[in-house]
């Protein structure tokens, strides 16, 4: 049967996963010398822009045709349009002309690589002319690794354009042989792709060619915070590509490195993911009790900035709803609510179809 999830929600879905995967590899990887040691100061002003005034926004665009080249000014005014562009078409247009001046002026810019400059196939107008632009940068400029990082960050998001996105991380990895970046993001590819199809078959085969690159990656990385960030990536990886041993030694490593470094950004992702991912592979082995368990303790995770903004996967408490464990999964909820309130009405829908012990529509939530 087909999902009834839309191709848009797909799209920000996939879109929402690079920059928030980005963004965690900043975090983790900051002093880490083999992914860059970026600075998160155009995060912040990504960040900073969005909290604006059409007011500020005016003024700003003012103080930038002064200095077309402040990419402080121009991080704020993108993360302003950035989250109004689906709802309002003149935010729409000043947001692909920003990300456009960005590729032809400034491709190699790290702006660029805190991921919120994207244009959507099949959404936006402009995506093929900013896809072309981005082939015609790498041509000129064929070992520039900042530049080809940055187009394979934008053909990552595509639907058509996953495989462009693996020929240049390919060519990624000859120039800059022995960094795990490389097949991190090659496994990041490769599982965008399996949310992106609806061939089970292919589902799996993507997974297999993810697992092996996030292992590669794991492998590589010297850094601890780095390697205890992937095994999430890792454990899900596995659990897709049916590697059932595999996924519940990286899910039972990843908590137990989460409960020695609870101060890590990452930490609720990990007590979220890791129970669920175990509450999964319990319910596969018939332990429905086990998997109950799991859940509950993957609602006590204390929220992290992605399950605050998109909320928790919710495959292993739709499972146990087809059990029939709709109490369990009311509890579920009512753990989540501490710290999902972004999603306050879709979260109490769900509470209502439940208690009428009918399965909610999770959408987007089972894709993440």
């Given at each position: 049967?087909?999902?009834?999830?839309?191709?848009?929600?797909?799209?920000?879905i996939?879109m929402?996963?690079?920059?928030?995967?980005?963004?965690?590899?900043?975090?983790?990887?900051?002093?880490?010398?083999?992914?860059?040691g970026?600075?998160?100061?155009?995060f912040k002003?990504?960040?900073?822009?969005?909290?604006l005034?059409?007011?500020?926004?005016?003024?700003?665009?003012?103080?930038?045709?002064?200095?077309?080249?402040?990419?402080?000014?121009?991080a704020?005014?993108?993360?302003?349009?950035?989250?109004?562009?689906?709802?309002?078409?003149?935010?729409?247009?000043?947001?692909?002309?920003?990300v456009?001046?960005?590729?032809?002026?400034?491709p190699e810019?790290?702006?660029?690589l805190?991921g919120?400059?994207?244009?959507?196939?099949?959404?936006?107008?402009?995506?093929?002319?900013a896809?072309?632009?981005?082939?015609?940068?790498?041509?000129?400029?064929?070992?520039?690794?900042?530049?080809?990082?940055?187009?394979?960050d934008?053909f990552?998001?595509?639907?058509?354009?996953?495989?462009l996105?693996?020929?240049y991380?390919?060519?990624a990895?000859?120039?800059?042989?022995?960094?795990?970046?490389?097949?991190?993001?090659l496994g990041?590819c490769?599982m965008?792709?399996?949310?992106?199809?609806?061939?089970?078959e292919?589902?799996?085969?993507?997974a297999?060619?993810?697992?092996?690159?996030?292992e590669?990656?794991?492998?590589?990385?010297?850094?601890?915070?780095r390697?205890?960030h992937?095994l999430?990536?890792?454990?899900?990886?596995?659990?897709k590509?049916?590697?059932?041993?595999?996924?519940?030694?990286?899910a039972?490593?990843?908590?137990k490195?989460a409960?020695?470094?609870?101060?890590?950004?990452?930490?609720?992702?990990?007590?979220h993911?890791?129970?669920?991912?175990?509450?999964?592979i319990?319910?596969?082995?018939?332990?429905?009790?086990?998997?109950?368990?799991?859940?509950?303790?993957?609602g006590?995770?204390p929220?992290?900035?992605?399950?605050?903004?998109?909320?928790?996967?919710?495959s292993?408490a739709k499972?146990?709803?087809?059990?029939g464990?709709?109490?369990?999964?009311l509890?579920?909820?009512?753990?989540?609510s501490k710290f999902?309130e972004?999603?306050?009405?879709?979260l109490?829908?769900?509470?209502?179809?439940?208690?009428?012990?009918?399965?909610?529509?999770?959408?987007?939530?089972?894709?993440?």
């Amino acid at each position: 049967m087909k999902s009834k999830i839309s191709l848009k929600t797909i799209m920000g879905i996939v879109m929402s996963i690079c920059i928030l995967s980005i963004f965690a590899v900043r975090l983790a990887g900051a002093d880490d010398k083999s992914y860059g040691g970026r600075s998160l100061d155009y995060f912040k002003y990504l960040m900073d822009g969005a909290k604006l005034s059409e007011q500020e926004i005016q003024d700003l665009e003012s103080e930038l045709e002064k200095d077309i080249n402040d990419l402080k000014i121009r991080a704020k005014l993108i993360g302003f349009y950035s989250g109004k562009r689906f709802t309002s078409d003149s935010a729409k247009k000043m947001y692909q002309e920003h990300v456009i001046w960005l590729i032809e002026n400034k491709p190699e810019s790290e702006l660029i690589l805190q991921g919120h400059f994207v244009l959507m196939e099949g959404l936006d107008d402009r995506y093929a002319y900013a896809k072309g632009l981005w082939i015609k940068q790498i041509e000129a400029h064929p070992d520039n690794l900042a530049i080809i990082e940055n187009a394979i960050d934008y053909f990552m998001v595509g639907v058509h354009s996953g495989k462009l996105a693996v020929t240049y991380i390919e060519k990624a990895k000859l120039l800059a042989p022995g960094n795990p970046k490389w097949a991190e993001k090659l496994g990041q590819c490769y599982m965008l792709q399996t949310i992106m199809t609806f061939d089970q078959e292919q589902k799996i085969e993507l997974a297999k060619k993810s697992l092996e690159e996030y292992e590669e990656s794991y492998a590589l990385i010297k850094d601890n915070d780095r390697k205890n960030h992937l095994l999430n990536d890792l454990a899900k990886a596995a659990f897709k590509a049916g590697e059932i041993i595999k996924a519940e030694k990286y899910a039972s490593e990843l908590l137990k490195k989460a409960a020695s470094d609870k101060v890590n950004i990452m930490y609720g992702n990990a007590i979220h993911d890791g129970n669920m991912i175990l509450g999964r592979i319990a319910l596969k082995s018939g332990d429905i009790e086990k998997a109950k368990k799991y859940l509950i303790e993957s609602g006590k995770t204390p929220g992290s900035p992605v399950l605050d903004s998109f909320g928790p996967n919710m495959s292993l408490a739709k499972e146990l709803l087809e059990k029939g464990e709709w109490n369990t999964v009311l509890e579920y909820f009512e753990l989540i609510s501490k710290f999902w309130e972004s999603n306050d009405d879709e979260l109490k829908k769900w509470k209502e179809s439940v208690k009428k012990e009918i399965i909610p529509d999770f959408g987007g939530n089972l894709l993440y």
